[in-house]
């Protein structure tokens, strides 16, 4: 089953996005978009020596900005404004090393007039492990 011509502007655009940020954003250069359309993201990264925490493992840090980012985009799809986030959670479940390939899936449970809720997955690639899950609560009423 391929991405349709909606997922791949989609991908397109967000990818556009992260290349060209000089700010914060630019810490995601090394995640790929692989699909996304209808309130839904799906990401992929390679943990790397700059993702990783003193003890060697993804640090917590960078697992939240995923989490805060991916599900930004999955809102975006949908379409809606990216809104401001009101709630962010993760739950930290198993760690993953340098080298292992993580994929993040983002889903937008609501997106109402006034706040949008998106959940979030970070597994092993290789066995489907949960790394992470998390979400967040944003506010988005047009200004």
């Known amino acids: 089953m391929g991405t349709s011509k909606k997922g791949v502007d989609f991908i ?24 996304g359309a209808d309130g839904k993201c799906t990401a992929e990264f390679k943990v790397a020596p ?6 060697g493992t993804l640090h917590g840090g960078f697992t939240a900005t995923i989490v805060d980012m991916v599900t930004t985009y999955a809102l975006m ?3 809606c404004n990216p809104g401001v986030s009101v709630d962010l959670h993760v739950t ?32 092993q ?16 009423e047009s200004l």
């Open 12 to 35: 397109k655009a967000i990818s556009n996005i992260i290349s060209k940020s000089t700010g914060f954003e630019s810490t995601l250069k090394k995640v790929q978009i692989i699909d």
């Open 92 to 123: 930290y479940l198993k760690a993953a090393k340098e080298g292992d390939t993580i994929l993040v899936s983002a889903n937008t449970i609501r997106a109402g007039k006034k706040l949008a809720f998106i959940e979030c997955v970070l597994m």
């Open 77 to 79: 799809s949908k379409p």
């Open 125 to 140: 690639k290789n066995d489907g492990a949960i790394v992470a899950k998390g979400g967040q609560t944003k506010f988005v």
């Open 50 to 55: 700059e993702h990783l925490n003193r003890g």
